[in-house]
Antibody, heavy 120, light 107 residues
Framework: EVHLVETGGGLVQPGGSLSLSCAASGFTFSNNAMSWVRQASGKGPEWVSAITGTSSRTFYADSVKGRFTISRDNLKNTVTLQMTNLRAEDTAVYYC?????????????WGKGTTVIVSS | DIQMTQSPSTLSASVGDRVTITCRASQGVSTWLAWYQQKPGKAPTLLIFEASKLESGVPSRFSGSGSGTQFTLTISSLQPDDFATYYCQQYHSFSLTFGGGTKVEIK
């Protein structure tokens, strides 16, 4: 069974940094792109970032470009979202999601999410 | 970025009703569109991809159609487990974008 577990969320002050991690199991990790999607309370999902299976390409939403960095370790089956210069509007539940094995960027498995709160 | 607009934002329906949700893209996305279901406090789950292809394990009462800029998600006979919020997502181009959601409520 495919399983994604996010960790690393918490309370951070504006301007601070946080690193989220996603541990994957149940599939050939290196064969799949991975994505991060966030959802503020009461709002719809917002795509944040994605990375190809070989890390050859990374993609970012304009709202996080230059502040967030996505990376992956195919030996440890983990994907990481390094977040810097955090703002109040980054407060959300952050989901790790597996991109379809087809290579097209719909997300067929999601983790349960980890909560990030940016507040002083 | 491609904007995704869903309608209605809320829909009240009864068990057994046929329900249709619409998603419109601000520019053509071919059939690169997915539909997700989300229940309170849970992550979204994939229902439909490539506009009309049913994800494995999803009941056949769910169906999707459309291409270009207009898409629909149809639930042929609403079941108690289907009361949830539904989102469309385009993956024609980055940035990936989601619709604002349609909440299906009990009438």
């Amino acid at each position: 069974e495919v399983h994604l577990v996010e960790t690393g969320g918490g309370l951070v002050q504006p301007g601070g940094s946080l690193s989220l991690s996603c541990a994957a199991s149940g599939f050939t990790f290196s064969n799949n792109a991975m994505s991060w999607v966030r959802q503020a309370s009461g709002k719809g999902p917002e795509w944040v970032s994605a990375i190809t299976g070989t890390s050859s390409r990374t993609f970012y939403a304009d709202s996080v470009k230059g502040r967030f960095t996505i990376s992956r370790d195919n030996l440890k089956n983990t994907v990481t979202l390094q977040m810097t210069n955090l703002r109040a509007e980054d407060t959300a539940v952050y989901y790790c999601a597996k991109v379809s094995s087809s290579g097209y960027y719909h997300m067929d498995v999601w983790g349960k999410g980890t909560t990030v709160i940016v507040s002083s | 970025d491609i904007q995704m607009t869903q309608s209605p934002s809320t829909l009240s329906a009864s068990v057994g009703d046929r329900v249709t949700i619409t998603c419109r893209a601000s520019q053509g996305v071919s059939t690169w569109l997915a539909w997700y279901q989300q229940k309170p406090g849970k992550a979204p789950t994939l229902l439909i991809f490539e506009a009309s292809k049913l994800e494995s394990g999803v009941p056949s009462r769910f169906s999707g159609s459309g291409s270009g800029t207009q898409f629909t998600l149809t639930i042929s006979s609403l079941q108690p487990d289907d009361f949830a919020t539904y989102y469309c997502q385009q993956y024609h181009s980055f940035s990936l974008t989601f619709g604002g959601g349609t909440k299906v409520e009990i009438k």
